[in-house]
Structure formats: structure tokens, C-alpha cells
């Protein structure tokens, strides 16, 4: 059931709340693809009723950035959505979300800002005041949908650490589920960007997931030292590859760590073809 305004959704989830049926929310930019699905599935098992968001939310992308490029198929979603038995597709317009006019370039919009502690590092140091814009819009989506449960995915890692401490912080009533990555067969990481690559670009951009899985290889095989793992991923690195970063974080709080361990999670970005791509994995899983 495709609804555009806010009115609608809420109409629709007090009439649910009354009925004391539970409400998942999966909150997406479009372009759908397996690894949505999978949260969706995820939530749809779950939940009574789950509601699905597309929108592509402006004021997370920075200067220079695809928004306008950003792939937009929401008869194509729509149409998963009601296959996979979702309840509700919201899908908004900019103006729906924010008003007429009030983008970032205006002073008019109260945003959530995480701490800082957790965004300058990874990709919120190239991409300044993007995560401003994602917890603003899931703030935003929380507030309209009252979910019992929202689902997120652990590729983008540094997101969902992001959220669990903005609901935390904030003491928002819902519970954040995280979901696995889904990957292709060849081991490349599902993300609405792979439109963009060409097929000899899809070859270079596995060297991510070749990275970390054999940096985790080396970590079972009781290599801990930090600079020892990173040295092993610049072998897998050619002429095709523009890496931004490749960084050992504690998976709960995002502190730097010195010596690996289970806790570790190991985060990349880099910039395949002119697509910026980013991976992960946990060491201890």
C-alpha cells in the first residue's frame, strides 16, 4: 500500500496500535535490492505490520555527492515491497519530510547531531554532516511511524552504531535489529551503488571483501598486531583502486583499538571505477 503524507502512515499505525499489533519499520533510499529484502523478510517475520520508507534523503548527501544521479525506482520497490508482505510503502517527497524550502542551505530545519566522537572518523571525515542528515530523517521516520522494531544493516556499520546511540541517548521507544550483509556469490557487498559499476569494475571492487577476509584469516591464524594486518591488504591493491581508508574500530563504541580482537570490526572504503564502496566484517564472528 503505497501512501506519500505523513497523515496517512500515522492514520494507519494508531488504527494498528489500537489493535495491538507490533510495527517494524525498514527505512531505505530505494533501488532496492536482496540485501533489503533481507531486512525485510527479517522484519515481516517479525513484526504484525511493517512499514517500508523511500526516500531519498537530501540533506545526508554532501556537495559533489549522487544525489540527483542516486537511482530512484519506486514502482519497481513498491511492487517488492507488496510481494515480500509489507503494509505500507512511505514514500515522501523532500517538501512532505521537510517543508517547503527548508534544506540545508537554510537555517530553518533542528537537526539531531551525533557526537562527534562518532563521526569523525571513517566515512563522516570525507562526508561532513552526513550522518546530521541520517539521524535527522531516522529521527523523523521513528517519530512518524512509532515502530515497536526498526531494521537496519550491519554494512553500514558505522550508521547502526550511530543509531543504537541516538536511541539510547534520546530514550526513543524502539528496539534496533541489526541484519547480516548480503553479499553476491562472488563476494561484493549488495548496495543500491553497484549500479553504477561496469562489469570489469565489479571484478576490481571484490578486492574489499578480499581484503577483509584475509585480514580476518590472518587474525584466526593469531596475527593481532594492527599495522601487521593492514600491511596485508596492499598487496590486493592495483591501479584501479583509490582507498580511503582501512581502519580497527570496537564494533560497540567505535574506539580505536591497538590490538585486534574479537570485538574488532574491521571497516573499508574505496573508491572503485569513481564508485565509493564501503565493507566490513567482524573478526570475531
Not at 42 to 53: H, L, M, P, W
Not at 168 to 191: M, Q, T, Y
Not at 193 to 221: F, G, H, P, Q, T
Request: hydrophobic share 40%.
Amino acid at each position: 500500500m503505497l501512501k506519500h503524507t505523513i497523515a496517512e502512515v500515522r492514520e494507519l499505525v494508531k488504527q494498528w496500535k489500537k489493535e495491538g499489533l507490533t510495527v517494524g519499520l525498514v527505512p531505505t533510499m530505494g533501488a532496492l535490492h536482496a540485501g533489503h529484502l533481507s531486512l525485510i523478510k527479517k522484519a515481516v517475520e517479525k513484526c504484525d505490520r511493517v512499514v517500508v520508507s523511500v526516500f531519498v534523503n537530501p540533506i545526508q548527501f554532501c556537495p559533489g555527492e549522487d544525489l540527483d544521479k542516486y537511482p530512484r525506482t519506486l514502482e519497481a520497490d513498491t511492487k517488492l515491497c507488496e510481494d515480500a508482505g509489507v503494509s505500507i510503502v512511505f514514500a515522501p517527497s523532500p517538501s512532505e519530510m521537510y517543508g517547503e524550502g527548508q534544506m540545508r542551505t537554510n537555517d530553518f530545519l533542528t537537526y539531531v547531531i551525533p557526537p562527534f566522537f562518532y563521526v569523525n572518523k571513517l566515512c563522516g571525515k570525507s562526508r561532513v554532516g552526513h550522518f546530521d542528515g541520517v539521524c535527522t530523517v531516522v529521527n523523523k521516520l521513528f517519530n512518524i511511524v512509532q515502530p515497536d522494531y526498526a531494521f537496519f544493516g550491519e554494512k553500514d556499520a558505522q550508521q547502526l552504531i550511530i543509531i543504537k546511540k541516538m536511541v539510547k541517548d534520546l530514550n526513543i521507544p524502539v528496539e534496533i535489529i541489526p541484519c547480516p550483509i548480503v553479499r553476491e556469490e562472488s563476494g561484493l557487498a549488495l548496495s543500491s551503488r553497484n549500479k553504477y559499476l561496469s562489469e570489469n569494475d565489479k571484478k576490481e571492487a571484490l578486492v574489499l571483501s578480499k581484503i577483509l577476509n584475509n585480514i580476518k584469516l590472518c587474525y584466526k591464524k593469531g596475527i593481532t598486531d594492527i599495522e601487521s594486518l593492514k600491511e596485508t591488504a596492499y598487496t590486493f591493491l592495483n591501479e584501479h583502486h583509490d582507498l580511503e581508508y582501512l581502519e580497527f574500530m570496537n564494533q560497540t563504541n567505535l574506539d580505536e583499538v591497538k590490538i585486534a580482537d574479537d570485538n574488532t570490526r574491521v571497516f573499508i572504503a574505496c573508491r572503485v571505477g569513481g564508485v565509493r564502496l564501503i565493507d566490513n566484517i567482524l573478526l570475531g564472528e
